[in-house]
T-cell receptor
Framework: GAVVSQHPSWVICKSGTSVKIECRSLDFQATTMFWYRQFPKQSLMLMATSNEGSKATYEQGVEKDKFLINHASLTLSTLTVTSAHPEDSSFYIC???????????FGPGTRLTVT | KQEVTQIPAALSVPEGENLVLNCSFTDSAIYNLQWFRQDPGKGLTSLLLIQSSQREQTSGRLNASLDKSSGRSTLYIAASQPGDSATYLCAVTGGYQKVTFGTGTKLQVIP
């Protein structure tokens, strides 16, 4: 089956620094990848849609200058949390859709803690 | 805007019981509906995927049904086990491949 990986699986960073999270589709090409965020005891909320070769589309309320998304290839999308604050601490999950498919495959998630 | 609601929010049952989790969505224009489980602090595990043209899917002790016209899906778990304890999420895929997640049902199966 289709596999999506994320790296790192967990990261702790200091307030004010930036952290990059990678999302890779291991055995398929994905023209579209999605980034979600999950706060404690809440469901997953879509942050942005990442399209290969074009700018990401951000959901309302998500700061595009704070959450930088780059989809440089058909197998890799990155999310960079810039100038991280403790309130950015969350669980970030990506998903990817193979070509000609509507099924999303989810990564294992990255837990970010900002101290 | 699609909204997905899951009832109940939490459920506690003794081991061996059959149980039903409910999911409702407001916009019936969906491509598919998925059920996931999420263990504490972990990512998502896909359980079942139902295409919009399908009525149900089965995998082992799990059976999911879909009534697209009424905006409802149920996840039936037979002979529950303590290892089934987790949060169960339903999610619908709509236009532009956007996935909307439900609020989740936290299940506890008591030995």
């Amino acid at each position: 089956g289709a596999v999506v990986s994320q790296h790192p699986s967990w990261v702790i960073c200091k307030s004010g620094t930036s952290v990059k999270i990678e999302c890779r589709s291991l055995d398929f090409q994905a023209t579209t990848m999605f980034w979600y965020r999950q706060f404690p005891k809440q469901s997953l909320m879509l942050m942005a849609t990442s399209n290969e070769g074009s700018k990401a589309t951000y959901e309302q309320g998500v700061e595009k200058d704070k959450f930088l998304i780059n989809h440089a290839s058909l197998t890799l999308s990155t999310l960079t949390v810039t100038s991280a604050h403790p309130e950015d601490s969350s669980f970030y999950i990506c998903s990817a859709i193979p070509r000609e498919s509507y099924e999303q495959y989810f990564g294992p998630g990255t837990r970010l803690t900002v101290t | 805007k699609q909204e997905v609601t899951q009832i109940p929010a939490a459920l506690s049952v003794p081991e061996g019981e059959n149980l039903v989790l409910n999911c409702s969505f407001t916009d019936s224009a969906i491509y598919n509906l998925q059920w996931f489980r999420q263990d504490p602090g972990k990512g998502l595990t896909s359980l079942l995927l139902i295409q919009s043209s399908q009525r149900e899917q089965t995998s082992g002790r799990l059976n999911a049904s879909l009534d697209k016209s009424s905006g409802r899906s149920t996840l039936y778990i037979a002979a529950s086990q303590p290892g089934d304890s987790a949060t169960y999420l339903c999610a619908v895929t709509g236009g532009y491949q956007k996935v909307t997640f439900g609020t989740g049902t936290k299940l506890q199966v008591i030995p």
